[in-house]
């Protein structure tokens, strides 16, 4: 509870003097000195503050965790479910409160939009390394610009050094994946996607779900 309480006192410093930006324009300029200092806080540092270190020195290790953002599900199903944006900020902080983010990766489409830009500039800057591919129109009409094989050859390529794989995401194609690397790989696998809009058989298979409301959503 101590360290639970610690947490809600830096979201609040985080949160208390800039809100409004939240409000306004999408623009996390102004808190990235503070989301810098929230994601180079270790965990143990932390605990220590709350005075609980103790659970770290009995010689359990601080949890590796590597993060897995597919941006493209995650805005539309957010903007689909609540008119709103997925707040990335406050998904690194609710990770960082279960271990330390040894790798993160956000993966979007390219299509040269300033807005986009600046926006991949913020998710680097919270210490995601973002991927991009470029948007296709085919001759058709239709369009290709899913992550699907990329995202899955990078988790693969990350679960022998890593204890948790967080997917944020809500599609039910990567089904199969979690349920491998949790049973063949023996890693925890989490994924975080919008209730009701998160593919059924992805829930099934996570080690863990977590929906996407309250403090991960940008309003």
């Known amino acids: 509870m101590v360290f ?35 994601r180079n806080v270790s ?18 290790a601080v949890k590796k965790i ?16 609540y008119g709103c944006h997925f707040n990335y900020a406050a998904l690194w ?5 279960r271990g330390q983010i040894v790798e993160a990766y956000a993966y979007a489409i390219d299509r040269g939009d300033s807005k986009q830009q600046q926006f991949q500039q913020i998710l680097r800057n919270l210490g995601f390394m973002v991927k991009l591919k470029p948007y296709i ?6 369009a290709k610009g899913d992550w699907d094989v990329g995202i ?15 997917l944020a995401s809500g599609d039910g194609d990567f089904n199969m994946l979690l349920e491998r690397i949790t049973y063949k790989h023996g890693v925890e696998a989490v994924a975080y996607g919008v209730p009701g809009l998160t593919a059924s058989s992805l829930v ?6 977590v929906p996407i409301e309250g403090a991960l959503l940008l309003k």
Do not use: C
């Open 4 to 38: 639970i309480t610690t947490i809600a006192m830096i979201f609040f410093f985080l949160n208390s003097e800039d809100n409004h930006l939240h409000l306004i324009s999408y623009n996390y300029n102004a808190l990235l000195p503070k989301i810098n200092w929230l």
């Open 93 to 97: 902080a609710d990770i960082s409160m």
């Open 137 to 142: 129109q085919r001759a058709d009409g239709s």
């Open 66 to 81: 590597a993060v897995f953002a597919d941006v493209q599900n995650l805005y539309y199903t957010v903007r689909q479910a």
């Open 152 to 166: 899955t050859l990078d988790i693969m390529d990350t679960i022998d050094h890593v204890d948790e794989v967080v």
């Open 43 to 60: 965990v143990s540092s932390i605990l220590v503050f709350s005075g609980v270190s103790a659970r770290l020195s009995r010689g359990s």
């Open 204 to 209: 099934r298979a996570a080690s863990r779900y």
